[in-house]
């Protein structure tokens, strides 16, 4: 056995690192340690539940929204308190340009050199999966940058500033909506969908039959690999306006696939393990009462800081394939319930379906119409905050005593992924997908392929403090 250490690992936001252990090349055990901690949910223990939103925003600088959103909708729930359709529709042009940003800097700018991308800087279609440094920059310079410009343009237009935007808050938003605000996104989203369209076209009528005709060894290898754990879920995102707390009518639906089958979620099965991670035994289990994570970085046998949420005790892949199966968007090339391929494909589909809607979300605005519906912080209360993040399903819990925040938990998507062992012994979504990969310690590409197909952003994913 060779065992291979990959730390830190590029091109993936926050510090992570990856051991395998390889046999006659082929990994067959596998390991992910998150190596940072930090401290969001005990820094809310006291506060006003109204800082949550604004706080919670900066527990990443990628997907600072949706952690707003998530926090948001938990102090919505906790409080009563359903915002007009208006407030509704300007939140989902929110998000949705957030989400199309991120997993177009992803697809390009993260994964993309893996897999030679540059020829969408000019070359047809690339003769080797070989990046060329020179066309790399020039499709940064041409497309991505400028693409991703126009979906934080558009942001900006309704939410103030990005990162960390302001104008979402608990009862909906801020913003006055006016007919040259609605005109400023619209024109926007068309250049935005004009150059998305010559990417999406580039990659699914060019590279992909390029790679398939060209170099089947590649392709083959990358429906066959990456594989995971084969269980998947979603809480859902993109509300209907006029019924914003009826899940069925979500863009993205909610429910999970395990073992094979497609079922209804039920939030009760949601435990956080962590048998494997530095926190003391007591710091983890059912998201409702799990008491704030206490570090202890010494504990035997403990190899990450990220916990381990299990649904139904199973491991569970979130994310783009996750979102995209659950709601019948994608069906899968590969035999298997996933491979890498199919990961990032479904990535580029669900930024098709995202592109798509946000054009008629911006559409739908009305002038003039009220975004806001006030509310009275409760007493006592609870709620949980439920979306999509670019990376997969987001929870945020708030648990409200005396006015103040009592509890707090963000069980974040990268979490799931890139969790350790369970009390069960069961890998990880990211740990498992790496089983049967191809490595040595010349050649770790394909290693470096699959945990970069999860996206995965540390930062999000722990969050712990110690005083
Ligand atoms: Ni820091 Fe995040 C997303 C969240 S990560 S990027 O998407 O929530 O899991
Ligand atoms: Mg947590």
């Not at 006291?46 to 706080?55: F, L, M, S, W």
């Amino acid at each position: 056995m060779v065992e291979i250490v990959l730390d830190p690992v590029t091109r993936i936001e926050g510090h992570l690192s990856i051991k395998v252990l390889a046999e006659n090349g082929i990994v067959k055990d596998s390991w992910a340690e998150t190596t940072l901690f930090r401290g969001i949910e005990v820094i809310l223990l006291g506060r006003d539940p109204r800082d949550a939103p604004t706080i919670t925003s900066r527990i990443c600088g990628v997907c600072h929204g949706v952690h707003r959103i998530a926090s948001i909708l938990a102090l919505e729930e906790a409080a009563n308190v359903t915002p007009p359709e208006n407030g509704i529709k300007v939140r989902n042009v929110l998000e949705a340009a957030q989400m199309a940003w991120d997993h177009l800097a992803h697809l390009t700018v993260l994964a993309g050199p893996d897999y030679a991308v540059y020829g969408l800087a000019g070359k047809p279609c690339p003769h080797e999966l070989e990046l060329d440094p020179d066309k790399y920059f020039r499709l940064l310079h041409t497309t991505i940058l400028p693409l991703q410009r126009i979906l934080h343009e558009i942001q900006a237009i309704f939410g103030g500033k990005v990162p960390h935007r302001t104008a979402t808050v608990p009862g909906g938003a801020t913003v006055e909506i006016t007919a040259s605000r609605i005109g400023a996104a619209y024109n926007r989203y068309l250049a935005a969908k004009k150059t998305f369209e010559e990417v999406y076209d580039y990659i699914v009528n060019r590279f992909v039959p390029h790679l398939v005709d060209e170099h089947p060894d590649i392709a083959n290898l990358m429906l066959n690999i990456g594989t995971g754990v084969g269980n998947f879920l979603a809480y859902g995102a993109f509300p209907d306006p006029s019924d914003p707390g009826n899940p069925s009518k979500f863009l993205f639906k909610r429910g999970t696939i395990t073992d094979g089958v497609r079922k209804t979620l039920d939030l009760t099965k949601i435990v956080e393990q962590v048998k494997y991670s530095r926190y003391t035994d007591d710091s983890g289990g059912p998201v409702r009462e799990e008491k704030p994570p206490q570090p202890y970085p010494g504990k035997s046998g403990a190899y990450t800081w990220a916990k381990a949420p299990r649904y139904d005790e199973k491991p569970h892949e979130v994310g783009p394939l996750a979102r995209m199966l659950i709601s019948g968007y994608y069906k899968p090339l590969s035999k298997h319930p996933a491979s890498l391929l199919d990961r990032l494909l479904a990535r580029l589909e669900e930024v098709k379906v995202v592109m798509e809607y946000l054009g008629q979300a911006i559409l739908s605005l009305k002038p003039a119409a009220s975004v806001y519906n006030d509310y009275k912080v409760p007493r006592e209360g609870e709620g949980f905050g439920l979306w999509e993040a670019p990376r997969g399903a987001l929870l945020h819990y708030l648990n409200i005593k005396n006015f103040k925040i009592a509890r707090y938990q963000c069980v974040v998507p990268t979490t799931w992924n890139v969790s350790p062992r369970d009390e069960a012994g069961r890998r990880g979504p990211i740990e498992e997908a790496l089983i049967g990969c191809p490595a040595s310690e010349a050649e770790t590409l394909n290693v470096l392929r699959i945990v970069r197909s999860f996206d995965p952003c540390i930062a999000c994913s722990v969050h712990v403090f110690s005083p």
